[in-house]
């Protein structure tokens, strides 16, 4: 098990065809695309085709794959079509063996174990209070409005609990480290369900939950039987916090394919090779609008709506929408339902780096796949 280390998560604040060109900058030319490679190789779950043979524009993945190579901290890009893999390619000296930091990726893990643990019975339902699971700090307690969270606001980020990185007191505490106890010591900035603010605290409080309430000893050990063993995934890593609970926001180290076989999950409505990991409703659920204009800063022309589920994003670009598990550095999980894709992105986790610039590399990764799902075409019919 690794130590917990001090860090910060969350940011602040392809195309031709496609319509990429709106990124900046002059599209590619005949000669480039032509050879842009992409070729993947099948891997567990998914066997390799072709974007002809899933029915997408050749040049349109060409492009999006040649954007990427002019990214400055990318590492991978992963296109699944119709469940199979058309197109994968690694960047700046990485390969298909790292495994790394997911950043905020990880909240999408742990809504999912949420989920499970409630189909399961470890959890009663989304309105069981938070303090059911914290009574050695009931007494501890001044505020009275935090016996009233429930684990559905916790899921929506309706809890009250505030966006840490918006003051330097917050920043100080994501660097030194969460635990338990600062269910007693973070002030609420509103009252709990009466709005949204982009919460790691929250998202760390759900995993301790299903730690607790499933009165298991370590979450990745029962993440690793209900969760990662159907999807063929073991975590290089995963960060703990001072008290020993793993990290609900963040410091999951897992690698692109793996990811690739989590948003194919919840595409498939929660299931792996017929067998149900995800209820499917908590899938539907979890990618319910429950918060409308959700983030904070522009991220781009086609990266619209931001709206936010159950530790999941809803964006609209272009005809499309599309749910997204995000993390600090533009790593991204994106499905597409009406197209029945899946698009994988890995990056520098930025670990540590807040301001402009790591922002600015946010931001080109998150519309390089934003910019490519708004190019493709609307399925026929809708």
């Avoid at 002059?26 to 891997?43: K, N």
């Avoid at 974007?51 to 400055?72: C, I, M, Q, S, Y």
């Avoid at 595409?267 to 067998?275: H, S, T």
């Avoid at 999980?333 to 540590?352: F, H």
Wanted: hydrophobic share 45%; net charge negative; charged share 20%.
């Amino acid at each position: 098990m690794r130590a917990r280390a001090p860090i910060v998560v969350a940011a602040t604040a392809a195309a031709g065809v496609l319509g990429l060109a709106a990124c900046g900058g002059g599209g590619p030319s005949a000669q480039e695309l032509a050879a842009v490679e992409y070729a993947p190789e099948a891997f567990d779950g998914f066997e390799a085709s072709t974007p002809e043979a899933e029915g997408l524009v050749p040049d349109a993945v060409a492009e999006v794959f040649w954007r990427a190579g002019e990214l400055e901290s990318i590492h991978s890009l992963t296109v699944i079509a119709n469940g199979r893999v058309v197109a994968q390619d690694y960047f700046n000296g990485t390969g298909p063996e790292l495994s790394q930091n997911v950043q905020s990726v990880t909240k999408s893990y742990t809504g999912a174990l949420v989920g499970i643990a409630i189909e399961q019975g470890c959890i009663d339902g989304l309105d069981q209070p938070m303090m059911d699971f914290f009574p050695e700090l009931a007494a501890r307690v001044e505020d009275p409005r935090k016996f009233d969270i429930t684990i559905r606001q916790l899921l929506q980020m309706r809890a009250g609990y505030p966006w840490l990185e918006a003051s330097a007191e917050g920043v100080e505490l994501l660097f030194h480290g969460f635990a338990p106890s600062n269910i007693v010591d973070v002030p609420l900035a509103r009252d709990p369900g009466t709005g949204w603010d982009y919460s790691n605290l929250s998202s760390h409080f759900l995993a301790t939950i299903v730690t607790r309430a499933c009165e298991v000893e370590d979450l990745q050990d029962f993440a690793q039987e209900h969760l990662f063993d159907p999807l063929a995934t073991t975590p290089s890593d995963w960060t703990t916090d001072w008290e020993g609970y793993r990290l609900g926001y963040t410091e999951l180290f897992v690698t692109a394919r793996e990811m690739a076989r989590f948003g194919q999950m919840y595409l498939d409505g929660g299931a792996v090779d017929g067998e149900q990991v995800v209820p499917t409703a908590w899938v539907e659920q979890s990618w319910t609008p429950y918060t409308e204009g959700a983030w904070y800063y522009k991220v781009g022309d086609n990266f619209d709506r931001t709206a936010y589920g159950y530790q999941w994003w809803i964006i609209d670009a272009g005809p499309h929408t599309y749910f997204l598990a995000w993390g600090h550095g533009g790593q991204q999980i994106a499905v597409l339902p009406e197209l029945d894709m899946v698009v994988v992105v890995t990056a520098d986790p930025l670990r540590g780096q807040l301001g402009d610039k790591p922002w600015a590399l946010e931001k080109a990764n998150l519309n390089l796949v934003a910019d490519f799902i708004a190019g493709l075409p609307a399925k026929e019919g809708t």
